[in-house]
């Protein structure tokens, strides 16, 4: 898991969010995991917002899709 603080999923910190590749992890209201992914940020992040799943985002942003992916794997909780 990435150890930077937690936002809240909200129209403002989507704005925030790169349009470039990167990681991010979804949490719920209590900062647990509830989902995680690779993509490009702000899309993924402006989809998560509705589909309403999580109440909180953590992303780093990435080089390239494959950087994200290898981010991805370095922050697997498993």
């Given at each position: 898991?990435?150890r ?25 209201a ?8 690779v993509?490009?940020l ?37």
């Open positions: 898991m990435l930077k603080r937690w936002e809240p999923l909200e129209t403002r910190t989507v704005g925030k969010a790169p349009e470039a590749y990167g990681y991010y992890e979804l949490g719920d209590d900062g647990d995991l509830v989902g995680r992914g993509g490009v702000r899309d993924e992040l402006k989809e998560a917002l509705a589909y309403g799943d999580a109440e909180r985002v953590r992303w780093e942003r990435a080089t390239s899709l494959d950087h994200a992916e290898r981010l991805a794997d370095e922050h697997d909780p498993a």
